[in-house]
């Protein structure tokens, strides 16, 4: 099914908004804080909220206590991303105490929830916006509602529709992220995404290789697609391991990124796609959740263990050096030490370079939600430490491969702790740190493995 795009007349609409907005203010340029919970693809929809407030003339304020506007972009993955939603939504009475001009708003994935939304806006009567997912191109026009003096609730059900040509205003560095496809139409029993994200829709690939160029244009030399399952990537019949070799083509990129890959759309085409495109980084991030056959069937995940292992065994035979990262929820409903105990030995037998590990929280409106044999939180969270037991165990072990190896590392920042180094990635994403100043940052270096730290290397740099 062809995707919607948000009609242009209510994009224009927007950019009049951001006119008349930015008239209203003349020459002040009043300060917003953005605080973003969650995953990537919320991040990238701050810095798409940010480049609307830019182009209004707000600046990016270094703290929320001098801002002038400050927006939550929440997330609702798990219980603990509200209950911080909630608690730091609750400290931003006392600002708006102190400056009652203050413009507070919440948005993301939680506002999409909404009876939670609800809960927000009768707790806290000062906020003066509460958006969907769904509303961020009209992001404008409802600033200007509170400008005005109104307060807005606006939430719509629809699936969502793709907006595009809207200003954005990247994160600072050489790395950015672009957007392939939103929503997802997977249905894990444990996931709450499908229901605030809406169904799969895919962007046009010429759009994308666009924005990829422009990022190109502007500074950039990393790029990370971006999707909840770029697999089932469809742009008007262009599928996901073509869109990889187009994008691969763009002038002056020279890094290439992708996720997350859902393991039961992993063809062999991507593999051999991530093999021959000298771009694509020897990285993967293949959620498990689970080793356990049984589990996998109830989390609705549709592949077993042993479809993942071939997965693991395709990727190594086909893409030279490449590391593997994966997430892991324990505790999902009925789980028994023996299913735990599956878990455990695919951890150990495929060697992730990291692995983020979960306890099942409980999502309402979900299948896992309302399933028999929930599991008590003092077992969840003994068996998340044995977890995180052998994952680290098994990060460091993998480490040892790299020494005297060479490679190249792209330069993001410097280290403060101890002696300070400047650290930069691999492609496979391990991080390496090296001697070295600030003005490598934002540049390429080939790098020898000299030794191993906990979940990262040392290196020197040798041109
Ligand atoms: N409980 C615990 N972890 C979850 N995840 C998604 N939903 C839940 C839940 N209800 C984890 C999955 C997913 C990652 C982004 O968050 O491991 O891959
Ligand atoms: Fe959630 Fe599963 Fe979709 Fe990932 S693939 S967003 S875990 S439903």
Do not use: W
Request: charged share 30%.
């Amino acid at each position: 099914m062809e995707p919607r795009y948000v009609d242009n007349a209510i994009i224009e609409e927007s950019y009049r908004a951001i006119d008349r907005l930015k008239a209203g203010l003349g020459n002040a340029h009043p300060l917003y804080y953005i605080e973003t919970y969650g995953c990537q693809m919320n991040e990238h929809d701050s810095e798409k909220i940010a480049g609307m407030l830019e182009s209004i003339g707000y600046r990016k304020a270094a703290s929320k206590t001098e801002a002038d506007i400050i927006i939550f972009n929440t997330c609702c993955i798990r219980d603990h991303a509200e209950k911080r939603t909630f608690g730091n939504v609750g400290f931003i009475k006392e600002l708006k105490a102190q400056n009652p001009a203050l413009i507070t708003g919440v948005c993301g994935c939680m506002m999409q929830q909404r009876e939670v939304a609800k809960r927000l806006s009768q707790r806290f009567p000062f906020v003066d916006m509460i958006f969907g997912t769904n509303e961020l191109h009209v992001f404008p026009q409802l600033l200007e509602k509170v400008v005005n003096g109104g307060r807005v609730f606006e939430i719509r059900d629809t699936d969502g529709e793709i907006a595009e040509g809207l200003p954005v205003k990247r994160n600072e560095g050489f790395s950015t992220f672009v957007n392939i496809m939103y929503g997802c139409n997977n249905f894990c029993s444990y996931c709450i995404v499908p229901y605030v994200r809406g169904r799969e829709r895919s962007r046009r690939a010429e759009d994308i290789v666009e924005e990829v160029r422009n990022v190109v244009r502007e500074g950039f030399t990393e790029v990370t697609l971006l999707g909840q399952n770029v697999n089932s990537y469809n742009g008007g019949g262009v599928r996901f391991p073509e869109l990889l070799r187009m994008v691969n083509e763009v002038e002056g990129l020279k890094r290439l990124r992708f996720m997350t890959s859902h393991p039961k759309d992993l063809s062999h085409e991507l593999v051999m796609a991530m093999a021959e495109c000298d771009k694509v980084c020897e990285h993967i991030h293949l959620p498990v959740q689970s080793g356990s056959n049984r589990i996998l069937q109830l989390m609705n995940r549709r592949y077993t263990r042993e479809h993942y292992l071939e997965l693991v065994r395709d990727l190594r035979e086909n893409v030279k050096g490449v590391e593997i990262t994966t997430d892991i929820i324990v505790g999902f409903p009925t789980e028994t030490e023996e299913d735990l105990e599956d878990t455990l030995s695919l951890v150990r037998e495929v060697g992730y370079s990291a692995a983020y590990s979960f306890a099942y929280s409980v999502r309402e409106g979900t299948k896992a939600a309302v399933m028999d044999g929930q599991i008590p939180e003092e077992v969840k969270k003994e068996r998340l430490k044995r977890l995180n037991e052998v994952i680290a165990e098994s990060v460091t072990g993998a480490n040892d491969k790299y020494m005297g190896l060479e490679g190249e590392i792209l330069v993001e920042g410097r280290d403060m702790r101890g002696e300070p180094m400047m650290f930069g990635k691999l492609p496979s994403l391990k991080m390496v740190y090296v001697k070295g100043d600030e003005s490598m940052i934002g540049n390429y270096y080939k790098v020898r493995i000299t030794g191993t730290r906990f979940n990262s290397l040392v290196g020197e740099i040798i041109d």
